[in-house]
C-alpha cells in the first residue's frame, strides 16, 4: 500500500512497504534543477549536488562513502532541468543510516573552499566528455533550436565559462533558496518501518516550515525549426519531435505511453523493424518522452551515414505520416500493451525503480497507481483510445528536426528539407 504524509516541516513523504523484498531504495527529492537557475547561476544547481558529497558537519566525504559502502549499500545522486535527487539503495535494515547521512548531506553540507576547486575540475572534465559524445551534443542543439534561450532549453551542468564563475557564495545562496522541506519529496519503496523511518524524518529535518517555493517558470515557446550542424563525425545524428501540453491525467499518460512504445520504445516497434530491420539504413533509432512541469517532448532519434540520411528522413517522414493516418493494428497495440504490463511485473522487485515511480506518478498526475492498477489501466486501453491521442495530441503538429554531424552535411541541404515540406 502507498502513503503520502505531510511533514511539519514541510517536506512531502511516500512511502510503499513492499513485503517479499529485504531492500529498500529512499530518495530526497529537491523539485528544482538547472531551469530555475536564472543567468548567473548557470550551472550552480549541478554543481551543487557534487559537493554535498564532500563532507558535513559531522562526517567527512569518505566517511559519508564508508558507511554506506560497508553495509553493502549504494549511494548516488542525479541532477535533472527541474528535479535533484538523492537517493540509497541497500538492506531494508540500514534504511535510518541512509535517511540520517542523506539529511545530513541536504542540510549540513560544508561547502569547503578546497574542495570546490578540487570538483570544479572534475565537473569540467564531465562536461568534456559529454562534448565527445555526438548523440548527447545533437540533443543540446536540437533542444536549442526548439526553443532558442528559454532555461528547458540550457545545458543541465553549465558550460566550462560558466563553471568557472562559480562561487561559494553562489552555491551558499542557491541552497539557502531552495533546499528546504517545502520544496521537497521523500520517497521510499521497500523493506521498512514507516512509524520508525518518518520518526526519523521529523528529527533529522529543519523544524521551521518556510512553505513551498515560489519559482518563476515560464512555459517555452516552440519554434518551427529544420536545421544541420556541422561536425567533426562521420555519422549524422538526427532528432526530430514536438512539444505539446502534459496529457490531462493518468490515463492519457499511458495512452502516450503505448503509442510511443509500439512506435519506437521496443525492439519490435516500426521505429526499429521497419528502418533498422528491413531497410537497414542505420544502426541506432528509438522514440523517447520527456515530461517538464508544463509541457511534454516527444523525441525521435537515429544516426546514420551521410550517404543515407535522406533515404532515413524520408522513411521516418513515411512512419510518421502511416501512426498520423490511423495506419496501427490492434495486434501492435496488444504487443506493445503486454511488453508494458511484463515490464512493470519485473520492475516489482526493483526498489529503487518503485521508489522513482512514486515521485514520477506524484508530480505528473497528484496520485499514484499501485502496480496492480497501473497493469489494469494499461490492459484497458483500446485502438479508440491511441487513434483519439494521436488526433489531440500528434496531428496538426510541425515537426522539427535536427542533424549533427559530418561536414558533408550541407551537401544534402535540398534533400533534407524534402520531408520537412511534404510533412507540415
Not at 512511502?15 to 523484498?21: I, K, N, P, Q
Not at 529544420?226 to 538526427?238: A, C, E, K, P
Not at 486501453?381 to 550541407?410: E, M, Q, V, W
Request: proline fraction near 3%; aromatic fraction near 10%.
Amino acid at each position: 500500500m502507498i502513503h503520502t504524509t505531510l511533514l511539519p516541516c514541510g517536506a512531502t513523504v511516500l512511502l510503499e512497504e513492499v513485503e517479499h523484498t529485504e531492500t529498500v531504495s529512499i530518495g530526497f527529492w529537491l523539485l528544482s534543477g538547472s531551469r530555475d537557475e536564472n543567468e548567473s547561476e548557470l550551472g550552480v544547481s549541478h554543481f551543487l549536488e557534487h559537493m554535498l558529497f564532500k563532507g558535513t558537519r559531522n562526517r567527512t566525504g569518505y566517511q559519508i562513502a564508508q558507511e554506506i559502502d560497508r553495509v553493502g549499500g549504494m549511494l548516488n545522486a542525479f541532477s535533472e532541468k527541474e528535479y535533484t535527487c538523492y537517493y540509497c539503495t541497500l538492506p531494508g535494515e540500514h534504511v535510518l543510516l541512509a535517511a540520517d547521512i542523506i539529511s545530513e548531506m541536504m542540510f549540513q553540507s560544508l561547502l569547503e573552499p578546497e574542495e570546490i576547486e578540487k570538483e570544479r575540475r572534475v565537473i569540467m572534465n564531465e562536461i568534456l566528455a559529454v562534448e565527445d559524445s555526438p548523440e548527447e551534443l545533437a540533443y543540446d542543439y536540437f533542444l536549442f533550436k526548439l526553443w532558442s534561450r528559454h532555461p528547458l532549453a540550457r545545458k543541465i551542468t553549465g558550460t566550462i565559462p560558466d563553471i568557472r564563475k562559480i562561487t561559494r557564495n553562489r552555491l551558499v545562496d542557491f541552497h539557502e533558496q531552495w533546499y528546504v522541506p517545502g520544496n521537497m519529496i521523500i520517497s521510499c519503496a521497500g523493506c521498512f518501518d514507516q512509524d520508525l523511518l518518518l520518526n526519523r524524518l521529523e528529527e533529522n529535518l529543519p523544524k521551521e516550515n518556510t512553505g513551498t517555493v515560489k519559482k518563476n517558470r515560464v512555459e517555452p515557446q516552440e519554434n518551427v525549426c529544420w536545421d544541420y550542424v556541422s561536425g567533426r563525425f562521420n555519422q549524422v545524428h538526427l532528432y526530430a519531435g514536438f512539444s505539446f501540453p502534459i496529457p490531462a491525467d493518468i490515463p492519457e499518460l499511458y495512452h502516450f505511453l503505448v503509442f510511443s512504445t509500439l512506435f519506437g520504445e521496443s525492439m519490435s516497434s516500426r521505429l526499429f523493424q521497419n528502418i533498422r530491420e528491413k531497410m537497414g539504413i542505420c544502426y541506432s533509432i528509438y522514440s523517447m518522452r520527456t515530461f517538464f512541469n508544463d509541457i511534454t517532448l516527444w523525441t525521435i532519434y537515429a544516426s546514420t551515414g551521410i550517404e543515407t540520411i535522406s533515404e532515413l528522413i524520408q522513411a521516418l517522414g513515411n512512419e510518421i505520416q502511416g501512426v498520423l493516418e490511423h495506419q496501427i493494428t490492434a495486434e501492435e497495440i496488444q504487443s506493445a500493451i503486454t511488453h508494458l504490463v511484463g515490464g512493470v511485473s519485473i520492475s516489482k522487485d526493483d526498489m529503487e525503480t518503485r521508489m522513482r515511480r512514486l515521485v514520477r506518478q506524484y508530480v505528473l498526475g497528484g496520485e499514484i497507481h499501485d502496480i496492480p492498477k497501473t497493469i489494469k489501466i494499461l490492459q484497458s486501453i483500446t485502438r479508440n483510445d491511441i487513434t483519439r491521442f494521436i488526433d489531440t495530441s500528434l496531428k496538426n503538429k510541425p515537426f522539427n528536426l535536427l542533424a549533427y554531424g559530418t561536414k558533408r552535411l550541407h551537401r544534402k541541404k535540398k534533400d533534407y528539407f524534402t520531408f520537412v515540406s511534404r510533412s507540415t
